[in-house]
């Protein structure tokens, strides 16, 4: 499986495979192409045989704990308890799949959380602002000149004339927010 970004379906997550160097230093996405590090001074280019491990990053701000898996220089199967696999030197430090897969299954367990959570908080926006216009929309029935009753307005929101009375009751006319 040749690593590849993965997209959230809101497009705010976008995970990567990335090597990890012996001082723990991450490397830009894994392509087909060279494996490279961003330093201060700038990219860098790095042997394959320089990457010890394979983990996988987001490109959003939430911290979450990505697994981290180790290069086996010995070669050997892929371990998943331990988290190693297997890859000699001299061999292109793209991931097995079965790295790529678990690496992608964290990120997708990852984003679909963090995607939940944001159609929560929009969700709730949304709440609110139509429970702010609704509130608006009673003040200015009640307003003196329309002066609509409780029962007008039940009717109108799908409720009773007492329910009406005490959700807005207190709702001062002409109080705009
Ligand atoms: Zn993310």
């Known amino acids: 499986m040749a690593p590849r970004t993965w997209l959230s379906i809101d497009g705010l ?13 991450a490397t830009l996405p894994l392509t087909e192409q060279a494996v490279m590090v ?7 280019l790095v042997d394959d045989d320089e990457v010890t491990g394979w983990t996988v990053v ?5 911290s979450w704990d990505a697994p981290r898996w180790a290069r086996n220089f010995d070669g050997g199967q892929a371990d998943p ?8 030197a001299g061999h292109p430090c793209n991931p097995s799949v079965t790295v790529a897969e678990a690496l992608w299954k964290a990120w997708k367990a990852h984003s679909d959380r963090e995607v ?3 159609e929560l908080h929009a969700a709730r926006r949304a709440h609110e602002e139509t ?11 009640r307003a003196i000149e329309l002066q609509l009753s409780w029962a007008e307005i039940g009717s109108a929101v799908g409720t009773s004339k007492q ?11 002409g109080a705009g927010q």
């Open 13 to 25: 997550h976008a995970g990567d495979v990335v090597g990890i160097l012996e001082d723990g230093t």
């Open 58 to 62: 987001c490109s959003c701000t939430s």
């Open 81 to 88: 308890e331990r988290r190693v696999d297997g890859l000699r």
């Open 131 to 141: 429970a702010r216009r609704l509130a608006n929309a009673v003040a200015a029935s």
């Open 163 to 173: 329910a009406a009375h005490e959700r807005w009751g207190r709702v001062k006319t």
């Open 38 to 44: 961003q330093l201060p001074s700038g990219l860098q």
């Open 116 to 118: 939940a959570v944001t």
